[in-house]
């Protein structure tokens, strides 16, 4: 799908960007993902890149594929919403991030915390 396109069809108030650490208005730099969401291409990027692992079901997946819930945490005498990740297959909310792992040209691969 061309980018003109997505640009002439919708419309510049409904051009919200998706990723949960953005949320901001897209000027340019549209992209779109397999769930037809849009979102700035950098975050597009940055969501396929940042991968999580469900503790349950043992699911690895990516901040396009994740639910989020809005949730209330107070801190002292201030109430903060924050984003939580729930696990798209089984709904669990003990999510970690996975672990990145970096092959070497020798073929060891050694994992970075």
Do not use: W
């Not at 890149?49 to 997946?61: A, G, H, S």
Request: charged share 25%; aromatic share 10%.
């Amino acid at each position: 799908m061309s980018i003109r396109y997505l640009y002439r069809t919708t419309p510049e108030a409904q051009r919200i960007c998706s990723y949960h650490f953005c949320g901001k208005r897209i000027l340019r730099n549209i992209a779109k993902d397999k769930a037809g969401r849009l979102y700035h291409y950098g975050c597009l990027q940055r969501a396929l890149d940042e991968q999580y692992r469900c503790l349950e079901c043992f699911l690895t997946f990516d901040a396009t594929e994740a639910v989020l819930e809005e949730k209330q945490k107070l801190y002292g005498d201030e109430i903060k919403e924050l984003l939580g990740i729930i696990c798209p297959s089984c709904g669990s909310r003990n999510i970690r991030p996975a672990a990145r792992h970096h092959s070497f040209p020798s073929g060891a691969m050694v994992t970075c915390t």
